[in-house]
Every structure is written in structure tokens, then in C-alpha cells.
């Protein structure tokens, strides 16, 4: 049975030589050591070219060749891109993106809800203040749709869930529908996920690559009309790696004062952003590879920009996400390639997490779970099946046991059994084997340079 779509038949180029993937394992290595040394949380510690889908790709009969096997059979001309400064195209104008605290957010979202309030007196700079708090505002809600991990504090010390609501309140009109669409859309969904409560880490999950960190501040701060939205540069549309056709479309990268280099999604390719809320391949491919967690949240492999498990309680999980550099955690999860032990966060705190109870859910429904494996440093990263950069989808797996495991220190944990379904193509030694290609490990390495603009 298949789930999702139709898998796509895929030929298998030629197995690439050990000194091939002698080499390719090298420069990864470089690049990631590169990476973690010059940046903080936001630097990419793994991965390079990648196998692109598309919301419509699985209806066109035509099925073109992907990136692994252009490269491997010299499709689009000689393996390796074109330097990251030579485009032809210039930069599309700035747009407009949340890079401000979820305080900020909370803060802007509240201060325009009040310029709505039945009866408030009116002021000369109502119309500037408005225009600029709503753009403030979606720009915000476009983050918490697409890419912010929801946690308790947003509830606990924000009141998200409270300013949320004020939208459906009588005592302001004149709120465009859409905002309230939105903020309704979310108050529910992080309804149903427990604003994060059990979901602060897990045991198999414990890098971050991408995205920003949420640190929130106190929800009292003041904030003027504007705060927290900057006018990002995009890259050119016909640029080799943040292009249309590059390893990063959908993502966009600049310099923060704080974090360093930090990657967002596009706003203006929201529209081709999968949902990630679907049991089975969903459009994908196993050995379909993206450079960063964030590029997989935008192809619909996985819904969380940072955290291993995406699911619901009453879905089961949809994917996980198995970090190579979960080396604290080796005396317990463990990764047999074709069968894998996962680990949640400790007994007492994961008991109640929705990653836990999506993963028992799945065990119960049998339903697939989509696995991605991601590179890491270490003992662990040398592990045969683990991508020498990057992250890696390389199927659908089963849940089919859960146990405690204790460590050596007393800490106990769940831990679940995962097998991969028969008859998916290619097998998982053939993924192993092409992904990533020489090629995605080189577009890899350029990705720190950024792009025109980009002020990195």
C-alpha cells in the first residue's frame, strides 16, 4: 500500500567509488567544521545540493531527472554550480520579515487590536499607525504559521493564546478578516499542541541548524509601530544556490547583530510552502536531500523548522527527524538503518508531550511515519547510514515497540522501535550510497556566501 502519492519510479545511477565517497565525506566534513566555527546556532551544520519537489510535480508524466542523478549522469552540464557571485540577474526589492522577538510580535499584535477598540478616541496618527502595525503584524503571524516552535512561554509568560483571542472579541471592530482568520487559526492549533508544553527538546533531537531561537522576553517591553519587521533583501531569482533552481529556494539569509547568519523562509514563495501535515510520502521521494531542517519545512518533509517529532495526538506522527549528533544520547538510541530506536525526552517530562503521544498514536494506527536523517559531528556522523551533510529523507518507517531504558546516570527514557515498510524504491544501501551526490556537497559549501545583498 501506498500513502500520500504514488511513488515515483527513480533508476539508480551507478554506485559512486569509495574514494568518490571518500572525498565527499571529506569536504562535508570541512565545510561543517567551517560552519560551526565562524556562527552560531543559525549556520548550517550539514548539507548541500538538493533533490527539489513540487506541489505539482506528481501529476506531470514527464517525470524529470533529479538533482542526484543530473549530477551523477551529467545532466545540466559538469558536476558542480557556478561560483556564488556569478549571476546575471539582479536582486528582486526588499520584503518585509519577522526578525524581531516573539515579544515584539506579541507586543505589535496587541497594539493594533487596541487601535480597533469600540469607542476609543481617535488620533491624528491612527492611519500611519494602523498601516504599520498591519503589516507588523502579518509579517509576524507568517512566522508563528510557518516556522516558529511554539513553547509554553508564549502562553506562560506572553499571553499569546489571550491577544490571540481579542480578536474574536466584540469590542473590536473593524479587525480585516484575514488577521482574524489568522489569529483564530492559530489560537486552535496551538490549542491542540499544548503551547509546547513537554516538546522543549528530546533526546534524539538535540541541534539546531537553522531558524531562530526563541528567546522570549517579557511581554510588558515597549514597542513602537514597526518593531520587529525588517526589510530583507531577496536573492536573485536566477541565483545558482538561493535561486529558483538552487539548493535554498524558499529560504532567505542575512546578518543579525546577535545570531550571526540566520535563515528564514521567503515570505513570497509562502504559496509553494507543502504542509508537512500528511501521512505518507507526501510528494517526496526517499533519498530526496535538503541542505538545512528549514529547506525541508518548506518542501513539506517535515513541519518544524527546530524539533525532531512533528505530529498531532489524534494524527500520530507525520516525521521525524534522527540527529547524527545526538552523541550525549548513543547509550540509548541506536540506528540499524532499516530499524531504528528513538528516544523522546525523559519518562517524567515526555509523558504528556504531543511528540510522545503522536508516536503512540502512530504505534497504535500503524500508519507510516516519515524518517529523515540528519548529518551531525562525532562518532555518531561516522555511522554508515547517517548523510555525510545535510538532511535526508529515507522513508517511511513503522512504530512497532516502546520501552523505558535507563541510563547510566538513572535518567529514564521512552523509547520507540521503528522498521522500515517493504518495497519502497530505492533501498535504503542505494540512498546511502548517491545521497547526497558530489555535487550537492559542493553547492553545500557555497551557501555561507550568501548572495547579492544579502549583507551577510
Known sequence: MQYGVPL????????RSPQMLANALAMAQNVQASASENAGPETPVGGAAVVETSTTDTAVADVQPTAMESAISGVNGAPGSPSIRQTSEPAEAPIEVWTGSPSDGVSQTRHLVVLYRVGRPPRPSDDRDIATYRRSVRAFFFWLESEAVIRPSFQDRL???????MFDQPGFQGIPEDLRTTARALRQRFDEEN???????YASDTSNDNGTPVSPASSTAVSRPGQGVSNIRPPPPNHPIYGRDGIMHGVICYRSPRRG????LNPAYGHQKVNAAVIGHNGLIPGDWWPLQMVALFRGAHGKSQGGIFGSVSMGAYSIVVSGGSAMYREIDDDHGNVLYYSTDSKGVASSSVGTQALDRSRETREPVRVLRRAGHGASHRKWVVPACGIRYDGLYQVTGKEVVQQSNGDRWFRYTLR?????QPDLQDIVGHSPTPR???DYGQIKDGYPGAAI
Open 159 to 165: 499571553h499569546l493564546d489571550q491577544v490571540l483571542s
Open 261 to 264: 547568519i540566520t535563515y528564514k
Open 420 to 424: 522500515r515498510m517493504l518495497n519502497q
Open 195 to 201: 503551547w509546547g508544553r513537554g516538546d522543549e527538546g
Open 8 to 15: 515515483r519510479t527513480r533508476v539508480i545511477p551507478p554506485r
Open 440 to 442: 550537492q556537497i559542493n
